[in-house]
């Protein structure tokens, strides 16, 4: 092919890509195009090597992109939602790029801005002097909830109230950049902006390279960097105090804390002692001195913030006056993102800075001026009117809003009145019309309205701008707001470099981190997490077992078959897998009911999501690969049945539900580092599968002579291929006692948990300092010492009573040597006139 | 007048408490018209940590570590404070209400007492449309500020109905205005709201009244309890003046105040977080005695 073929053939591919992206709006302006439906400069490249692809190519990667996400875990918690659905993470292909002019425009802007806001925040909660001398209305401040009165006076540890900012930006018609809102309490978006790299740079890598991208990671290894040197001890860790897993954005922390290798934390794994901020940890207290802060501020500390929050730490505020640690960003930043702080801000740039505002922000009234508010009632149809508060969730912008125009005569005239009554409440702005830039539907490039945050970290004494951003595109082509929680998309920035970038990897540069094999203390209420989740995951693969065993049967007619399947069901019973009126039904009805059942604790759809609760707060411990096993088991029991729930559909679930049971053992035992963690994850295992043994040889041991029992339990011990072949003989009595409660070297056996227990127990972290066993090993070595003594033959049904009541007892013992078990409640005051 | 103040909290928990950190507010200090001769705090079972201190209002706070396993915590407070507020008989003209609202939304000012703070709804005091339009009709326009205020706080007196355990310490403005009932908590809160929804500076005060019969032979309600009023603010040159809902009176020489905030929530007098299970019983014995020699100051 020739040269000028080529290019012919380019030029038609990019038409064909570009056919249907009308030329926009002549008011309005889009990223790509141009007001002459000419592709701008930067945009040039890209549209040609993905043009070259073509359609299917491009569905293809895309379709790659989205399976990484899901495959990764991304997902956006739907708030509204009680149940905690969540939705996959929706991302739009097309990057958003950005040429190097204009990006370093945007960057001194957004310093400038950073500055301004720290240096207001110095004040608000110092001499108050902005307010003193006429610059800042007092009801401005005095309004904010997010103005917190328990802090003013304080000096922020570190020296710095704002560490981590975002600015949510939008394009005008005239092509100026605008700040739509400022995010200052604890800006999200790191972590998408991450993934959403992650993401596409798989998918499109030549393209990306071919690029000259912007790296992001230099960035984050910053922003590390900087957190961890606030510490002044070499053992204590950057914690990420997250809300908890019922937060809108709880992947994000999770997320960010694995990345940036700190602990995440939650309120409850904290304390406050004389001195400090401690962590609860398995091996006693622990020392936190730094917080990247997730949780809003208010709920920080219930002792002097407000008394409701469940999720703080009481006394923090103490800690922070007593300067034992720094917040990023510290309580009460919040303040400054008050929309009606947007007011003000353009003229406090030069009284503060010297300088002019070079980011602007989108005009805005606070209407608690009389002069200001009659202005704005002349001139109410062509402005927003807003709440002078902030109060929406951080993934919104502009949501309760209402164009003037847009409002019916009565809803009119109550806004006016409103107004004039207390226009201390309220804003009026200036309605904003984004730019559009492309999105990929049904096979084309369509333009879409969009607002871009951008993400700034402080770093010594200046700041940094993350080289990339975090886009959410509208559904709609008029909207004005942009709203994940309502079907909008999100996409990656790409600044484009005028040099070479250098290749660094997202993942942290080896020379750079020390090496670190221990990875600190582990929490413990992530120990206890892990715990159960480790019993959950046992007791579903011990209750598969017993629906498979319950299922091979199912056709037999004999009464031996029948009886056998009798005792299975009792098992199951005391279990709490079947109803209890449900004993003489046919065994694929009982089985139907332990995998389909939601409201037993015992059946499948429970222990599932029980197993997947546990693991989903303490998401930063676990690879993508377990979580992704805990899921597919809960989406294949949560399944109906197509044909019904006869035998060979239940067999087949059993199996597939097996197997995923073992992959999620296999990924733990591989891919989890042999660390505190895992430990815990084992002892709830080996704990859990004892018990279920001990049960399993008193039903089919003692429980009956049937012949065929012993069979039973050799295969619900997973044992009759080593009984096969250490003995030439049908299933025997003392034999099989041995091989399932007594040898050491079966890894199904009783005795083999115990030692297994016994092992990790011994590598716990010692509380004391004294050479003696701890509970729960005194436990656990009393019950295995009685085990390893006794004859296969003389064992008794009273010696698997007791070593039911011994483990049950280990697994409390656990729990109250590791684990905090604390309820709290306030105290509340019933005695008044 | 001078009193002698006497006030015993006992909780009683269903099991013992291993933690507890507490935030006390009972510890009257030194305001304008009353001086404190004398007060105490004491705290049993004895706190391994504990610190006074004020918060952003000004008022006085202890706060308190128990480390140690107990199931009652007893505080008692003693305090001999003398009261003279006969200048509230004196109050002169007050601005109109929409001159003192423009005032309070231009008030340059950021410290403890001014207006500004007092302007906004607060955890415990939300703005609500129908306790708005209930206390409009004691603003009809131009009138004087603090004859619609003290208008406002006798409907309040009128018509709600006094009533122990009709509510609770978390009963919202809009639930206690729809039942007309409640406690000078109550009152205060719906009083606070309806000045706060017109625009006008309104804070909560926490505090003693005193015990027993008046010379007319009335006795006042919340005396055998803490008690609770609203602060007005009448504009910079008349400033603050306390209204007490529940008995329909300035706040004068029978009512001595101990701390005061946006609302209750600023001012309970404990709060604290424990670590128990299990729940809890509260005794409060208030007693409020005028010294006799008090004729002499």
């Known amino acids: 092919m020739g040269l000028l073929d080529s290019a012919t053939q380019e030029a038609e591919d990019l038409e064909q890509l570009l056919s249907g992206y009308y030329c926009p709006l002549p008011r309005n302006f889009d990223e790509m195009m141009d007001h002459d439906g000419r592709v701008r400069e930067h945009w040039r490249p890209f549209l040609n090597m993905l043009a070259a692809l073509g359609p299917d190519e491009i569905n293809h990667r895309f379709a790659a992109a989205d399976r990484h996400l899901r495959d990764s875990g991304v997902f956006y918690r739907v708030y509204e939602d009680p149940a905690g659905a969540v939705r996959p993470w929706p991302l739009s292909h097309v990057p958003l790029l950005i040429n190097p002019t204009e990006w370093q425009e945007l960057k001194t802007g957004l310093v400038q801005r950073a500055e301004l806001l720290e240096a207001i925040l110095a004040d608000i909660y110092g001499p108050a002097a902005l307010v003193r001398d006429g610059r800042l209305p007092a009801g401005v401040i005095a309004g904010n909830p997010e103005f917190l009165r328990p802090l003013v006076g304080v000096q922020p540890p570190g020296g710095a109230r704002l560490r981590f900012y975002a600015a949510d930006v939008g394009r005008s018609p005239d092509g100026r950049w605008w700040v739509l809102g400022d995010r200052t309490q604890a800006p999200s978006g790191a972590g998408y902006a991450l993934e959403n790299r992650l993401a596409l740079s798989r998918a499109l890598p030549d393209i990306y390279r071919a690029m000259r991208v912007e790296r992001v990671a230099p960035f984050f290894q910053a922003f590390q960097a900087e957190l961890s040197s606030l510490n002044r001890r070499d053992d204590s860790r950057v914690c990420v105090l997250t809300p908890g897993a019922m937060n809108e954005t709880y992947f994000e922390h999770a997320y960010l804390a694995r990345y940036l290798g700190f602990l995440l934390v939650e309120g409850e794994d904290l304390t406050v002692r004389d001195d400090g901020v401690f962590i609860r940890t398995v091996s006693g207290l622990k020392r936190a001195e730094v917080m990247l802060r997730r949780l809003d501020s208010d709920f920080a500390d219930p002792l002097e913030l407000s008394a409701r929050s469940r999720l703080g730490v009481p006394g923090l505020v103490q800690a922070i006056r007593n300067d034992t640690v720094v917040m990023a960003n510290a309580l009460g930043s919040g303040v400054v993102e008050a929309r009606a702080m947007l007011s003000f801000l353009p003229a406090l740039a030069p009284a503060l800075l010297g300088s002019e505002l070079t980011l602007p922000n989108v005009a805005t009234w606070w209407l608690g001026d009389p002069a200001v508010r009659d202005e704005v009632i002349d001139r109410l149809d062509e402005l927003v009117i807003a709440p002078a508060f902030t109060g929406e969730l951080p993934a919104h912008i502009d949501r309760p809003m209402m164009l003037g125009k847009d409002i019916d005569r009565a809803g009119r005239a109550r806004l006016i009145e409103a107004i004039g009554r207390r226009g201390i409440d309220f804003v009026a702005q200036e309605a904003v019309t984004l730019s559009t830039t492309p999105a990929w539907e049904n096979g084309k490039l369509v333009p879409r309205p969009f607002i871009m945050r951008l993400l700034l970290a402080r770093v010594g004494d200046g700041w940094r701008v993350m080289p990339g951003g975090f886009v959410r595109l509208a559904e709609d082509i008029d909207a004005r707001a942009v709203n994940l929680q309502q079907g909008g998309r999100t996409a990656d920035v790409w600044i484009i470099s005028d040099e070479p970038v250098a290749e660094t990897t997202l993942l942290p540069t080896p020379d750079r981190i020390a090496i670190n094999r221990a990875t600190g203390a582990l929490p413990s209420r992530a120990a206890a997490n892990l715990f159960w989740l480790g019993r959950y995951v046992e007791r579903a693969e011990a209750t598969l077992r017993l629906v498979r065993a319950l299922v091979n049967r199912a056709t037999e007619s004999d009464q031996a078959a029948v009886d056998i399947n009798a005792g299975i069901i009792a098992l199951l019973g005391t279990w709490d897998a079947v109803p209890p009126d449900i004993l003489n039904v046919k065994p694929a009805l009982v089985a139907a009911a332990v995998l389909q059942q939601r409201e037993l604790a015992g059946a499948l759809p429970y222990l599932a999501s029980a197993a997947q609760s546990a693991a989903s707060v303490i998401r930063d411990r676990f690879s993508p690969d377990a979580w992704r096993a805990l899921t597919e088991l809960v989406e294949m029991i949560k399944a109906p049945f197509e044909q019904g729930p006869n035998e060979s559909a239940i067999f087949e679930r059993v199996n597939g539900a097996l197997r995923i049971v073992a992959s999620f053992s296999g990924l733990a035992q591989e891919n989890m580092s042999q660390l505190t963690g895992w430990r815990f994850l084992e002892l709830g295992r080996r704990v859990e599968r004892a018990l279920a043994t001990c049960r399993f040889v008193r039903q089919f041991v003692f429980g009956t002579d049937l012949d065929g029992a012993l069979d039973v339990l050799l295969e619900l011990a997973d044992s009759q291929i080593t009984y096969r072949l250490r003995y030439v003989m049908v299933a025997a009595r003392a034999p099989v006692v041995d091989l399932v409660a007594l040898d050491p070297n079966n890894p199904r056996s009783i005795i083999y948990q115990l030692a297994r227990i016994e092992a990790h127990l011994a590598a716990l972290p010692k509380r004391g300092d004294d050479s003696r066993l701890s509970p729960p090993e005194q436990v656990v070595t009393a019950l295995a010492t009685r085990m390893r003594t006794a004859e296969a033959a003389s064992i008794d049904e009273q010696l698997l009573i007791d070593a039911e009541a011994a483990l049950m007892k280990l697994s409390d013992v656990i729990a109250s040597t590791y684990f905090t078990t604390r309820e709290r409640s306030e105290a509340p005051w019933e005695s008044l006139g | ?297």
């Open chain 2, 1 to 297: 007048m001078i009193y002698d103040i006497r006030q015993a909290t006992i909780y009683r928990y269903a099991s013992p408490v291993a933690y507890a950190h507490h935030v006390l507010r009972l510890t009257p200090i030194d305001r304008r018209h009353q001086h404190i001769h004398a007060a105490a705090l004491d705290i049993s079972p004895a706190p391994v940590e504990r610190r006074e201190g004020y918060d952003f209002f000004g008022n006085r706070i202890t706060w308190v570590v128990l480390d140690q396993p107990h199931d009652t915590l007893t505080v008692r407070v003693a305090a001999r404070v003398a009261v003279d507020r006969a200048a509230v008989a004196k109050l002169g003209v007050t601005p109109a209400w929409e001159d003192v609202r423009e005032a309070a939304f231009a008030c340059a000012d950021l410290s403890p007492q001014a207006p500004a703070h007092f302007l906004f709804p607060s955890r415990q005091v939300s703005l609500d449309p129908e306790i708005r339009d209930y206390a409009a009709e004691s603003f009809p326009p131009g009138r004087a500020m603090l004859e619609g205020a003290v208008d406002l706080m006798k409907r309040i007196k009128t018509e709600f109905v006094y009533e122990l355990g009709a509510t609770t310490a978390t009963t919202t403005p809009p639930m206690s205005f729809a039942l007309r009932r409640g406690v000078c908590q109550d009152f205060s809160h719906v009083m606070i709201s309806g000045l706060r929804s017109l625009g006008l500076p309104a804070a909560y005060v926490s505090g003693y009244l005193r015990t027993g019969h008046l010379p007319s032979g009335e006795k006042l309600e919340g005396a055998d309890a803490m008690h609770a009023w609203v602060l007005a603010w009448c504009g910079a040159e008349t400033g603050w003046v306390g209204l007490d809902p529940t008995n329909g009176i300035l706040a004068g020489n029978d009512h001595v105040v101990l701390a005061l905030g946006r609302d209750y929530a600023d001012v309970a007098p404990i709060d604290g977080v424990i670590f128990a299970a299990g729940r809890q019983r509260i005794e409060v014995s208030v007693q409020v005695t005028p010294v006799s020699e008090a004729r002499s100051i």
